[in-house]
């Protein structure tokens, strides 16, 4: 026969146990969730604004390492569309439009950015074929 204080140690182990298994089920289903909108290392497009000051100061990043390196003259205008992918910082992929010699063009921008070592990197800058 069970004693009289063994019953509520009982009943709290088991409330315990069935709690944790309800928990761990719907953490599950949360994480499914989660996995079918979000592929960890894919390339998405950025949520909210994409011609925000951050986004925007990272096209006049790229344009201003172009024309140093390139010995050009483009001329930031907007923000076309704007991509993200978490690698070790985030890879940026910008397509933008520049004038260069009076002529609108597009071009496309890929920068490395690692905020907590204070880096951003312009990794390549290329006229874009569309």
Same mark, same amino acid.
């Given at each position: 026969?069970?004693? $009289?204080?063994?019953?509520?140690? $009982?009943?709290?182990?088991?409330?315990?146990?069935?709690?944790?298994?309800?928990? !761990?089920? !719907? !953490?599950?289903?949360?994480h499914r969730r989660m996995v079918k909108t979000m592929v960890l290392g894919g390339?998405?497009?950025?949520?909210? @604004?994409? @011609? !925000?000051?951050?986004?925007?100061?990272?096209?006049?990043?790229?344009?201003?390492?172009?024309? @140093?390196?390139? @010995? $050009?003259?483009l001329e930031f205008k907007k923000i076309v569309k704007a991509r993200e992918q978490v690698v070790a910082g985030t890879m940026y992929y910008l397509t933008l439009e520049a004038n260069e010699g009076g002529q609108m063009k597009n071009f496309e921008a890929k920068v490395w950015v690692k905020p907590w070592m204070n880096? $951003?990197?312009?990794?390549?800058f290329k006229e874009s074929s569309s």
């Open positions: 026969m069970e004693s $009289k204080a063994f019953v509520p140690v $009982k009943f709290l182990i088991m409330t315990f146990l069935l709690c944790g298994a309800i928990r !761990s089920r !719907s !953490s599950r289903s949360e390339v998405e497009d950025i949520q909210g @604004n994409q @011609n !925000s000051g951050e986004i925007e100061s990272l096209a006049r990043f790229a344009i201003q390492e172009h024309n @140093n390196r390139e @010995n $050009k003259v880096f $951003k990197q312009l990794q390549e």
